[in-house]
């Protein structure tokens, strides 16, 4: 991964289910490509702002909102120019124990600002979606990935998040409703280009299996989750994520696990993870590895 070699690159992490770990897996693969060297941007789109929860930002008081990503998007909006620059959290302390690592950047949400934003781009209809996109673009000088965490359910918010990326990633856990998720986010990928007249073109990348047990611990509807990914065309990695307090925990310190537990699981999951990702990236769909499908049978 070295500096400045290509253009910078925009992942989406996205699904309808709420609390299967989309604002995990963007803030620890972020810390994963700071570590390989990178220069990332994790863009916090969901109102609740846990993205900045778990970076250790939490915006309140009149001057901080105007440092929000909501403001500056309304602001956009409305046709004003606010420079990202000026409102980005440098979280790259965070990296201090690190000599070769990357930078790590933050466009913080807050829940007002971000939910104004939200009735706005509703009110402007889907033309007005690629208002991020247009925003990120602008930042290609500063960044290797920038990374958008997004909001659960099907809102202005998630389509302008899927209209910014270049790619989008999905996130389900071994509970069937997290399948439905991620299918419907899969599908809606496929259709912003139209929706944005051709401006906007993200790739879907594949799946993320999070909260996942060891192969010991598989019940049938594990099974059933992991071949359904496979069947929904899915593109699951070969890497899942395994349940692990230390991820949960980590939310509490506002340090993402990967940096807490770089030698342990967290860093080592993340890690590999952060590889098939990239290794996508290179790769036509055709090459992809998935894993293999699993007899579950007598499985209950
Ligand atoms: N692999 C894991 N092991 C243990 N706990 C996890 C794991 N991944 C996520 N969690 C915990 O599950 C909860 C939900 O995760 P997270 O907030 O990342 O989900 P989300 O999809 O972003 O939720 P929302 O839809 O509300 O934005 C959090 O408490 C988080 O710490
Ligand atoms: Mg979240």
């Known amino acids: 991964m070295e500096r400045g070699e290509q253009a910078m690159r925009v992942i989406a992490v996205a699904t309808q289910k709420g609390g299967v770990g989309k604002t ?13 060297g990178a220069r990332v941007l994790v863009v916090d789109l969901d109102p609740q702002a846990q993205a900045g929860t778990a970076l250790g930002v ?3 008081g009149e001057d901080q909102l105007a440092r929000s990503l909501g403001w500056v998007l309304q602001a956009r ?16 302390d965070l990296l201090a124990d690190w000599e070769d690592a990357g930078t790590l950047h933050l466009l913080a949400s807050e829940e007002s600002t971000m939910t104004a934003a939200q009735d706005l781009i509703h009110k402007k209809g889907y033309q007005s979606t ?6 990120l673009l ?12 997004t909001p659960p359910a099907v809102s202005s918010l998630s389509a302008t998040a899927l209209a910014a990326g270049d790619y989008v990633i999905t996130v389900c856990v071994p509970e069937y409703p997290a399948l439905k998720g991620a299918v419907a986010t899969r599908g809606t990928v496929s259709y912003v280009k139209d929706r944005t007249g051709g401006e906007c ?4 990348l594949g799946a993320v299996l999070n909260r996942s047990n060891p192969p010991s611990k598989w019940k049938a509807q594990e099974v059933n989750i992991r071949n359904g990914m496979l069947d929904a065309k899915l593109a699951p990695f070969l890497t899942d994520i395994r349940r692990d307090e230390r991820i949960s925990d980590s939310f509490a310190h506002g340090v993402p696990s990967v940096l807490r537990f770089a030698s342990h699981p967290p860093g080592k999951m993340y890690g590999e993870l952060m590889w098939q990702i990239l290794g996508r990236m290179e790769q036509p769909p055709q090459k992809w590895e998935t894993p293999d499908r699993i007899d579950g049978e007598g499985l209950r």
């Open 201 to 204: 073109d993200p790739q879907y």
């Open 130 to 135: 690629p208002v991020l996109r247009r925003m």
């Open 138 to 149: 602008e930042l290609q000088d500063h960044f290797d990935y920038v990374l958008i965490d």
């Open 77 to 92: 909006l409305q046709g004003m120019r606010m420079p990202l620059e000026s409102i980005w959290y440098d979280r790259s």
């Open 58 to 60: 939490n915006l309140a």
């Open 24 to 36: 995990s897996t963007t803030v620890n693969l972020a810390a994963a490509l700071t570590l390989g």
